[in-house]
Structure formats: structure tokens, C-alpha cells
């Protein structure tokens, strides 16, 4: 689950980071007063789910409060990368001497979190990794034994020469990834960490990705949900246990399980189609899911058939066929629906199925050929 | 013989009385697993399908030495249930859980590992080797007995794979789902190498899909100490960027983890991979073929 700026920085704050946390503004007229009491200078950032916000035009400078109203109109309602704005961050801004980067991120392949800290800063820190990978220096911490006050401290020597603002970042980096294990995060990211004219070192931006297994203990961090920033039908499936992503084609994919149902969409695409969606399920037969699942692709008017594959291990085919017929009772579809199940009660599925009279397959690349066949006689 | 399970596995169900614990015990108890206990805490002194329940591990292995154990317990307890199994002597620990919180499993992982034991999934259908055992969810009525080595990210996307092979005659060695999650107790390598110094297995047929980078360095393993043919097969070609497709492991993230990355990584060290599970039996069929022809073709020069 991805968390905006200035929620990560509230956490950030909680944690004792120096951060610039600044006010959140939802019209331009408050734009203006948050500016007006912050009486210098501020930033104006967009509060978006996406990152490159300042090449995007969504971060600004304003030197006064009739600025920040002008600026904000333009930033407020503007569509980032697919996203409207609908909150902007005023900010005091800083003078500027140094722009660092520090993060913290699940390593995959040694199971450690891993510590990245350079001093290019303010910049896509993927471009950073390509181009000019060796001002990145990494630090591998070991998730029992936890993070040295000296390893955090080696880190800062990477960044800072002065030994106050070492012991700063020393300080910063060691909160950081406390926080990173406390909100179970899969990313915690400071871009830029600045100094400034003061010698103080602040956290300009914040960032944290949260793991989404970790939410149901984060009560919390789950309020913090911005359902503006994620698709309606993606959220209206994950409410209903199912797990579902949008994509842009026609042929509409109910499968059950989700490295299949990505195999599903790759068939699709191999013989000629363009799948509408990923649609996952999952192991329980319960047949209101599958109601659910073709509501959810129904919606989408873009579809032009709907395949639905099934292996059933645990899963029964019956239960599932139970669920296609409830399906047709209830929403009638407008579209060609073709069904392959195969496995556990395969045959009462069958049985079950003649009441709707459906074309079928009996492989998964059957099930897939036909439903582009049937989509193109559309 | 076969992977990490085998006629010798003495099974302990964690979780045995709760709805999916008390089914597949059950299940894999017909299937002919050797399942000795359950473990669920306040629930000692019960049976599931005639299997005695204890209220700790601890109590369990008083009794019964078991070596291997399998959780069907909720992901908040899922963990508990992993150090539980490693700390009372466990030796292989299947957690077929999903939602096990990632942070959690970097330090279960570094711990199982310590103490040199075997931790299978998160998130995954277990493993079965036909005829000898089955731990875990993988259905008993697709595989059939034969040298094939089955390993995969995947569940029902693996039971596809394994069906198309049993349809084709190509019995299974062991088959076995490492899970769909980001951290996971065995990795791709962990099972290559089994498979290569397992006698019974003759091939090996690998699924991979979008996420990290466990398929590349299979392949650089394979390349280096594999000499069984493997064929491999990627789900997740069509996968958008940074969208989380299902497994929790499933996401391409700052352009990596692609399916595309992982394709050419195996073709680079010549492995092939199938363009649909349905067609892993023919292109393994002549990998096979290829082997044995070589292989005589050296006898002979010899």
C-alpha cells in the first residue's frame, strides 16, 4: 500500500526525524493562509501517489502566499502520470546546500534489509544505480541483529565530513530504520535529505511503501488508505477477496489462482488477443465470487467475451459452476462466456453447466482461443 | 526416492482442528502420508480423522519424533508456528500460509537458518512426492510416479504443469511449490540442487513468474552445476509494471523482475522455456532424447 508525502512524513515526525512537514492544503484560498501564516517563502508539492513529481510540474516554488494560491490553482485538479491532485503540501522552503538520498528496502535475494545512501540526491535514484552506481553505497543489516549505531555512522561518513552532521544523519539514519520495521514497510526513502544554510539536516521528502501482509497489524497506517489513487473495480475486488488489476483489452480472464491467471493473460496476448484483466479467485469455491468477479468485469465496456479457467484442486469445479450459473441468473451477461474447468467434481460441473448452456474447453489454451474466436464474431 | 520428503516423513499438522488444517490432514492422510500428530494449543488430548492432537509442539515430540511439519495456521500465527516447529526439533517446516507479513520472514529466515533446518513457503501448496508423501495441498489425483523433478513459485498454475506431464506419461519425482511470496525459506537453487543430486530425478522442469530475481540466478546455477535437462516456463509476460499481480512476490519494481529479464536469462544459458505448461512434456521429451543420444554417442567414443 503506497502512503502519500505527507503522511509518511507524520510518521517520520513521530519518530523524531527532523522532517519539513509542512500543512496540507485542498483549495487554492487555503493555499494562501497556510502560506500566509508560514510568513516566508514555501513549496507547493502535489500529493500524489507517483513519484517524479517535480519534472511532472507538480512541485513549485512560491515566494509569498498570493503565489502559493496561484501556484496551487494550477497544481490542484492537474492530472500527474494518471492521477488528479486533489491535496498539495505547503512547505517552508529551505535554503539549500547539500541534497542526499537515503533509503531502506527488502533485499530479495539475501532476505536482509538493505540500507542505500548517496550524496546525488534530489535525483531518480534508479538513474543514479544505472549511470553512476558507485556514489550508491549499500550496507546489507542483519534483520536479528539489528543496525550499529557505528554502521549507521559509517553511512553519514558517506554523506557528510562535518562531525555535527554526521551525528545528524547517524541519528536520522538509525530512526529511519526503526520506522522501517515498525510500520512494516517494504520501503522507507528519504529523497531528498538536505542541509541547509541553518546546518540543519532535514528530510525535504518522504516516502514509505507498505507491505501489504503487514496491514492487518497496522491499524493505523490501514486509515490511511487513499481510495482516490486506486481503481475503483481493483478496490471493489479486493473488498469482495479477489485479487484484480485493470489492463486495456477485450477479453475478460476469471481464474483461479495467480500465477495461472497471469499464464491466462500471456495466452491471451500469444494467440492473438489482448487480455481486459487480471482476475485471481483464489483457493475458496464459494460461488458468490464468481458473481462478484463478473460484475467487476462486466463493468468494463470494453470487453467483448469472458473466459473462465479453472483448475480445481481444492477448489471444486462444481462450487465454481454453482457460481457461473448465479452469475447468469443475477447479471445476465451482455457478452460470450466460454468455461473450461478441469479437475475436483469436474463432471458434476458439467451436469451443473448445462443450465446455462455455455461453450467450453477442455485445456487452457482452448478455453483461451475460443474466447478470442467468439470476442472477434462480436 | 525423491526431495525433502519421502516415505520416511513422520508429519506434524500445526493447526490440525481449524477448517483447513482438519480437511487436508485428513487428506494427506489418505493420500498415504505417515501424519503422526496435530498440534493445536487448548485442543490436547482430541483426535482429527483419528490423528492425536497435542497442545504444543513440545508435548508432540515427547511422544512422536516427527522430522517434518505443516502449517495451516492464519498468518498472525503463522510465524509463532514456524519458530515453534524449528525450536522442538523440526527439521522440515512446510507453512502454506499466505499474508505472512515480509518483515517477519527476513528474521524467520535468518533464524531457521541457523539452526539448520529446512523452512518450505510461505505462501505455498507444499509438496508431494507420488507414492511416498504428500505435505501439504497439491492434489493427489494429478501427479503419477515417474523422474521428473517439479518446482514452481506457483499452486494451480503448477497442478496445469504437472497434469500436462502425467498426461503425457512423464511421472513426477517429487514436485514441490516454493511459494508466492517476496521472502521464502527455499529458493529455486535450494530445489535444483536436490533435484541434481537426487537419483530418481531424471529432468527437472522449473516455473518461475515476474518479481525478484530467483529465476536468473537459478539459471547461472543451472549453467554451473545442473546436468539434468530442465525446462523452464515464466508466467507474467503481460504483468504491468509495479502492479502486484496476486503473490505478494509478483511485481516488477523500478523496471525489474520482468518475465522478459527472465526468459533471456535462461535461454542465455540455453535452457528453454515453454510458451504454454502444456507444452513443457514435448520440449522436455526431446531435451530428454537429446541427453540420452549424447550420452551414448560418449560411451561409444569411449
Known amino acids: 500500500m503506497k502512503i502519500h508525502e505527507y503522511q509518511a512524513k507524520e510518521i517520520f515526525a513521530d519518530a523524531k526525524i527532523p522532517v519539513s512537514s509542512g500543512e496540507i492544503a485542498t483549495t487554492p484560498v487555503e493555499a494562501y493562509e497556510v502560506a500566509k501564516r508560514f510568513n516566508q517563502p514555501v513549496m507547493v508539492k502535489a500529493q500524489v501517489h507517483v513519484g517524479g513529481r517535480g519534472k511532472a510540474g507538480g512541485i513549485k516554488y512560491a515566494e509569498n502566499a498570493e503565489a502559493a494560491k496561484v501556484l496551487a490553482q494550477q497544481i490542484l485538479g492537474m492530472d500527474l502520470k494518471g492521477l488528479t491532485v486533489k491535496k498539495v503540501l505547503i512547505t517552508q522552503a529551505e535554503d539549500i546546500i547539500s541534497e542526499s538520498y537515503v533509503g531502506i528496502i527488502l533485499d530479495r535475494s539475501t532476505k536482509k534489509p538493505v540500507i542505500m545512501v548517496s550524496s546525488a540526491g534530489g535525483v531518480d535514484i534508479e538513474e543514479v544505480a544505472a549511470k553512476t552506481p558507485e556514489k550508491i553505497f549499500k550496507l546489507y543489516v542483519d534483520p536479528i541483529e539489528g543496525l550499529k549505531k557505528y554502521q549507521a555512522r559509517n553511512l553519514a561518513y558517506k554523506l557528510y565530513r562535518d562531525i555535527k552532521q554526521v551525528r545528524k544523519a547517524a541519528d536520522i539514519i538509525s530512526k529511519l530504520y526503526d520506522v522501517y520495521w515498525e510500520v512494516d514497510a517494504s520501503l522507507v526513502e528519504i529523497n531528498p535529505l538536505i542541509t541547509n544554510t541553518a546546518g540543519e539536516v532535514i528530510a525535504l521528502d518522504a516516502k514509505i511503501n507498505i507491505d501489504d501482509n503487514g496491514l492487518y497489524r497496522q491499524p493505523v497506517i490501514a486509515t490511511m488508505r487513499d481510495l482516490n489513487e486506486e481503481d475503483p473495480y481493483e478496490e471493489e475486488a479486493r473488498e469482495g477477496d479477489l485479487s484484480f488489476v485493470k489492463l486495456d483489452g477485450s477479453i475478460g480472464c476469471i481464474v483461479n489462482g495467480a500465477g495461472l491467471a497471469m499464464t491466462t493473460m500471456d495466452l491471451v496476448k500469444r494467440y492473438g488477443g489482448e487480455p481486459a484483466n487480471f482476475l485471481d479467485i483464489g483457493g475458496s469455491s464459494n460461488p458468490r465470487k464468481v458473481v462478484s468477479a463478473m460484475k467487476i468485469i462486466l463493468s468494463e465496456p470494453k470487453v467483448r467475451s469472458i473466459l473462465i479457467n479453472i483448475f480445481g484442486g481444492i477448489t471444486r469445479c462444481d462450487d465454481v459452476a454453482n457460481g457461473i450459473v448465479a452469475a447468469f441468473k443475477e447479471l445476465n451477461p451482455n457478452v460470450p462466456v466460454v468455461v473450461r474447468l478441469t479437475g475436483t467434481n469436474e463432471k458434476e460441473a458439467a451436469k451443473i453447466l448445462k443450465a446455462v448452456n455455455l461453450p467450453t474447453a477442455n485445456t487452457i489454451d482452448e478455453v483461451v482461443k475460443k474466447a478470442i474466436e467468439l470476442a472477434n464474431l462480436e | ?302
Not at chain 2, 164 to 187: E, H, Y
Request: glycine content about 12%; hydrophobic content about 40%; overall charge positive.
Open chain 2, 1 to 302: 526416492m525423491s526431495i525433502f520428503i519421502n516415505k520416511k516423513t513422520k508429519l506434524i499438522v500445526q493447526g490440525i482442528t481449524g477448517r483447513d488444517g482438519s480437511f487436508h490432514a485428513e487428506q494427506m492422510k489418505k493420500y498415504g502420508t505417515d501424519v503422526v500428530a496435530g498440534v493445536t494449543p487448548g485442543k490436547g488430548g482430541t483426535t482429527v480423522a483419528d490423528i492425536p492432537v497435542f497442545n504444543t509442539m513440545e508435548e508432540a515430540m515427547v511422544e512422536i519424533k516427527a522430522n517434518t511439519s505443516v502449517i495451516y495456521v492464519p498468518p498472525a500465527y503463522a510465524v509463532d508456528a514456524i519458530y515453534e516447529a524449528v525450536d522442538a526439533g523440526i527439521k522440515t517446516v512446510v507453512c502454506i500460509t499466505e499474508g505472512v507479513p515480509a518483515n517477519d520472514m527476513m528474521k524467520v529466515y535468518a533464524y531457521v537458518k541457523e539452526k539448520g533446518a529446512r523452512l518450505i513457503g510461505p505462501n505455498c501448496p507444499g509438496l508431494i512426492s507420488p507414492g511416498e508423501s504428500k505435505v501439504g495441498i497439491m492434489p493427489g489425483t494429478i501427479v503419477k510416479k515417474g523422474n521428473i523433478g517439479v518446482v514452481s513459485r506457483s499452486g494451480t498454475l503448477t497442478y496445469e504443469a504437472i497434469w500436462a506431464l502425467t498426461l503425457a506419461d512423464m511421472g513426477q519425482s517429487t514436485c514441490i511449490g516454493i511459494g508466492g511470496d517476496q521472502v521464502i525459506g527455499t529458493n529455486f537453487i535450494d530445489c535444483l540442487d536436490a533435484f541434481e543430486k537426487d537419483r530418481s530425478t531424471k529432468a527437472i522442469v522449473m516455473i518461475g513468474e515476474i518479481g525478484g530475481s530467483d529465476e536468473e540466478t537459478a539459471a547461472k546455477f543451472i549453467k554451473k552445476n545442473v546436468t539434468k535437462p530442465v525446462v523452464a516456463f515464466i508466467a507474467g509476460q503481460t504483468a504491468p509494471p509495479g502492479k502486484r499481480m496476486g503473490h505478494a512476490g509478483a511485481i516488477i519494481s523500478g523496471g525489474s523482475g520482468t518475465a522478459a529479464d527472465k526468459i533471456a536469462a535462461l535461454n542465455k544459458v540455453g535452457i528453454p522455456v515453454a510458451g504454454s505448461p502444456t507444452e513443457i512434456p514435448d520440449i522436455l521429451k526431446d531435451l530428454m532424447k537429446k541427453a540420452k543420444q549424447k550420452k551414448a554417442s560418449t560411451k561409444t567414443k569411449k
